[in-house]
């Protein structure tokens, strides 16, 4: 059944912030490019040309039944110096998982179902990456200030998307933009590496 992308992630903001912290998912998913082939003499007739390939990418990841807080260990977290998993739901029932490195939180969310254009307009200040090879959409939440918030979407397989956060909660931890989303991809490498060994 098909979810609503403005509903994918609870914001992980106190109460008293909430109202103006709504996180919802994006996704994007890369297309490839192909190669071509042509005769190497001239006059001579064309070998048959090869079937126009693409580089390989990274194996798909499926969600299906995925439980978020399984994919940072106990090891990631001591790495990362964050608190225990805190399990939960977002508005659209799809499961999610949460720490805290003091007030700085991090978040995991799976969606399947979601499709690229659902969430592109989410921002127009969203930009493609790429995590561990897979193809991805950065943006931060709409109204977040330098530094305070980074949103990763990454497409593992077609229509199933892992969605990061990172969001400093108003504590000036990151300097900019750029800290905030190093730091989110280095949680959402962790995580695709745990995902790829299940």
Excluded at 3 to 15: D, G, K, N, Q
Excluded at 63 to 85: H, K
Excluded at 114 to 122: Q, S
């Amino acid at each position: 059944m098909r979810r609503s992308a403005s509903t994918l992630v609870r914001s992980p903001y106190p109460p008293e912030v909430r109202a103006t912290r709504l996180l919802p998912g994006i996704v994007l998913l890369v297309g490839a490019l192909l190669a071509g082939c042509s005769s190497p003499t001239p006059g001579a007739p064309a070998p048959a040309a090869p079937v126009a390939s693409t580089p390989a990418g990274p194996p798909e990841l499926a969600l299906d039944g995925v439980d978020p807080c399984s994919l940072i260990t106990a090891a990631d977290r001591t790495a990362l110096d964050l608190g225990m998993p805190d399990a939960d739901k977002g508005p659209s029932g799809l499961p999610l998982c949460r720490w805290n490195r003091h007030r700085v939180a991090f978040q995991i969310a799976v969606a399947i179902g979601a499709n690229p254009d659902d969430f592109k307009g989410y921002s127009p200040a969203h930009s493609p990456d790429q995590v561990n090879g897979y193809p991805a959409l950065r943006m931060k939440q709409p109204g977040a200030g330098p530094g305070e918030s980074c949103i990763l979407s990454i497409g593992v397989k077609p229509n199933q998307v892992l969605q990061v956060l990172v969001g400093d909660l108003f504590t000036a931890s990151y300097a900019d933009d750029s800290a905030i989303c190093n730091e989110a991809e280095r949680f959402a490498a962790l995580a695709l590496s745990n995902l790829g060994r299940r």
